[in-house]
């Protein structure tokens, strides 16, 4: 089973890296959607889903779930605000998002989740990073994955400053991703960038490798 | 041998090569011709618990992927390669040489695997050059490229992995032949050879006349390379384009896919 994972979470390719701030968050992925390893079927896939005005989900694998896995949590999350009449809240998303994985213990979704966002009202930064089965790590600092995911924790450790404000946060971020997907062959094809902050979110597309 | 006998050397077959001092210059005499092949076992079955599908934990993999491309028109051969190699989905390098430059009317392209595809072109410049020597005269490419083929074939089944195109200019024109590590030897006009050579052949072919200007001709190279990288995970880094001449080969340039990308953007 282990070894089914991997190849499975390499197929289409992709990397996911996100960052904490000076109440802010950002949020960052490559657009390649690739078929088989090899080959390149579309450049302009984000895999970045916005879930609620300071919730942002983004996920690595395969796309097939990675499809599957935001549609369904855009459910969950419209049926939640419907309910309780509020936004949700990020750590409470993230535990329906590891619930709803776990669900599939013995046949999982082939995705590797990041939740970034703002908690409602202090605005401090959340980030959490889930795995196939929905185990969840809470980070302070940075998250990062998919398929170059070394590349990715050897940018991001020496980059990565507590406190930084929005402009360097995207500054940092930016780079990490471009210079980790350049020496990952299933990755890369575009950048998009995403940059939450109490009162605005700014989405940019980077200017990238296209190799 | 005069020498040999003055020395006191004695050649043996290589059945005790691991024994004395003696018999190690026999070894650097004779290695380039006979690989050590280890007595004990079979390199193929040893090496294939290593590959991907095998048993052992750890793998190894070899630098692969790539896209080469030759082809012959009126003013010579044109060769474009890219310069990425992989190891697995790891990019080891984007500034990898490619093209071989055997002697200053060959060139041979590097695709599979690249210690095989550097080491057998190394000794393939050492053949001609010595051909040269003996018979007073440049190798032909028909030549160079049979002498080729038939050093690999000599391991036919042990694993390599390469796949190469010999380009060059001799008495009969401009030559361009095909060889790769099964054996096969061809000759054609047009040859792309590697993990994105679809891609490169579907702007190739489109674009191929024999009465190509060089400009358009070394145009039509970049392109099809270029094309090859977007599509390809295992190519990408630079384009090098070389032009074979009746006077030698010459490096017509270098351009980083990068920005190739964005300036055909702009044309569009």
């Not at chain 1, 590349?151 to 991703?177: H, I, R």
């Not at chain 1, 009162?199 to 990238?208: E, I, P, Q, W, Y």
């Not at chain 2, 095989?116 to 490229?145: G, H, M, P, T």
Request: hydrophobic share 40%; glycine share 8%; proline share 2%.
């Amino acid at each position: 089973m282990n070894g089914d994972a991997d190849k499975l979470l390499a197929y289409n390719g992709g990397a996911v890296v996100a960052m904490a701030g000076k109440q802010c968050v950002a949020l960052a992925s490559d657009m390649r959607f690739g078929r088989d390893q090899f080959q390149t079927v579309s450049s302009q896939f984000p895999k970045l889903y916005c879930l609620g005005p300071r919730l942002y989900l983004g996920l690595t694998g395969l796309i097939s779930d990675i499809q599957t896995v935001s549609e369904t949590m855009q459910y969950h999350v419209n049926l939640y605000e419907l309910n309780e009449r509020r936004q949700v809240k990020p750590h409470v998303f993230t535990s329906m998002l590891s619930n709803h994985l776990y669900a599939k213990r013995f046949g999982p979704f082939y995705v590797e989740s990041i939740v970034a966002g703002l908690q409602p009202k202090t605005y401090e930064p959340y980030l959490a990073s889930l795995d196939i089965l929905g185990g969840t790590t809470v980070s302070k600092n940075f998250s990062v994955t998919g398929t170059c995911k070394a590349q990715l924790y050897g940018m991001c450790e020496p980059l990565w400053k507590t406190d930084l404000d929005s402009m360097n946060l995207f500054e940092v971020l930016s780079q990490a991703l471009l210079n980790a997907v350049d020496r990952d062959a299933l990755s890369g094809w575009g950048a998009t960038v995403c940059i939450i902050e109490p009162d605005r979110v700014t989405l940019r597309t980077l200017k990238a490798r296209m190799d | 041998m005069a020498l040999e006998e003055i020395a006191g050397l004695k050649f043996s077959n290589g059945s005790d090569l691991f024994k004395g001092d003696r018999l190690l210059a026999d070894d650097c005499l004779q290695a380039s011709f006979n690989l050590q092949i280890p007595r004990f076992c079979d390199p193929v079955q040893f090496l294939k618990q290593y590959s991907e599908d095998g048993d052992s934990n750890v793998k190894i993999q070899f630098d692969h992927g790539t896209t080469t491309l030759a082809f012959k028109f009126q003013q010579g051969v044109i060769i474009a390669v890219d310069s990425r190699a992989t190891a697995g989905q790891w990019i080891a390098s984007q500034t990898v040489k490619k093209v071989i430059e055997i002697n200053r009317f060959l060139l041979g392209t590097m695709a599979g695997g690249a210690a095989d595809c550097s080491f057998w072109e190394r000794l393939l410049a050492k053949q001609c050059r010595l051909y040269e020597l003996r018979n007073k005269e440049r190798i032909s490419v028909a030549a160079a490229s049979k002498l080729l083929a038939n050093m690999v074939y000599g391991y036919k089944g042990m694993g390599l992995s390469m796949g190469t195109m010999i380009c060059g200019w001799d008495k009969r024109g401009p030559g361009l032949y095909y060889v790769d590590s099964d054996g096969t030897r061809l000759a054609n006009y047009t040859f792309s050879v590697g993990s994105g050579s679809t891609y490169a052949y579907g702007v190739l072919d489109s674009g191929y006349r024999w009465d190509l200007s060089v400009d358009e001709a070394v145009a039509l190279g970049r392109r099809a390379i270029y094309h090859a990288t977007h599509r390809d995970a295992y190519s990408g880094g630079v384009v090098n384009i070389y032009h074979m001449k009746e006077t030698g080969w010459v490096k017509v340039s270098q351009d980083d896919v990068f920005d190739l990308h964005y300036k055909y953007l702009r044309k569009e």
